[in-house]
């Protein structure tokens, strides 16, 4: 396609579920990259992903929240036991080669997830 | 801790007006700051700066970076209703480049 795309575009779930959002980064683009967006904050780092692998997982919160991109394009974010603490929108970003401060992300519209 | 701050936190405009939007940062071994305007969900990149003093422009929007007193501001000229949005700031360093570091962001409300 032609930008970044996330699905669901919005989650409900009850506290104590699991979730997965799903993303498409832009084709070609070896880097996928996840935020996390809290009302009236910027978006926080998560996760990078180079190719298959996580390269810096610093981000993730607690053991709770889990990635993975298994052929190196299309990435899930899962969340186990989702707690009301969750609630914001999570934001994907993909960019041609990863890794550099110069590389520009693009970003996706977003999963607004709602944990009541 | 790197740190990235942004200022007003929002503001108020009528079309036609020109204004200035302000971000400061405390990053160790800074590589670039970047900005990106964010209409309902998804942000969209407006410029990246890594060199100081060169002014980057598009259009009525222009931004600079002041890598010894550590802030950039970007500009818009001529606002138009359509440049209500949030906008935000984020910074990256050496260690890892890849981490946008971003701000609260300013919230810009142009009316007609």
């Known amino acids: 396609g032609a930008g970044v795309s996330q699905t669901p575009s919005n989650k409900v779930t009850e506290k104590g579920k699991y979730v997965e959002l799903r993303c498409d980064p832009i084709?070609?683009?070896?880097?996928l990259y996840w935020y996390r967006q809290s009302l009236g904050q910027g978006p926080e780092f998560l996760i990078y992903?180079?190719?298959?692998?996580?390269?810096?997982d610093s981000g993730l919160p607690n053991d709770r929240f889990f990635a993975v991109r298994p052929e190196g394009s299309v990435s899930t974010l899962k969340i186990q036991r989702t707690e009301r603490g969750d609630s914001a929108v999570y934001l994907c970003?993909?960019?041609?080669?990863?890794?550099?401060?110069?590389?520009?992300?693009?970003f996706g519209p977003g999963t607004r997830l709602t944990v009541l | 801790e790197d740190k990235v701050v942004q200022s007003p936190l929002s503001l108020v405009v009528h079309e036609g007006d020109t204004v200035t939007l302000n971000c400061s940062y405390e990053?160790?071994?800074?590589?670039?700051l970047l900005w990106y305007k964010q209409e309902k969900k998804a942000p969209t990149f407006l410029f990246m700066l890594?060199?100081?003093?060169i002014e980057k422009k598009s259009g009525r929007l222009s931004s600079i970076l002041d890598k010894k007193e550590l802030f950039s501001i970007l500009n818009i000229t001529a606002t138009q209703t359509g440049d209500s949005a949030v906008y935000l700031c984020a910074a990256t360093n050496s260690n890892s480049g890849y981490a946008l570091n971003f701000g609260k962001g300013t919230s810009l409300l142009v009316t007609p």
């Open positions: 970003a993909s960019s041609l080669r990863g890794g550099s401060s110069t590389d520009t992300q693009y």
């Open positions: 990053v160790t071994n800074f590589r670039s």
């Open positions: 084709s070609g683009h070896t880097a």
């Open positions: 890594t060199s100081s003093g």
């Open positions: 992903f180079q190719g298959t692998g996580a390269a810096d």
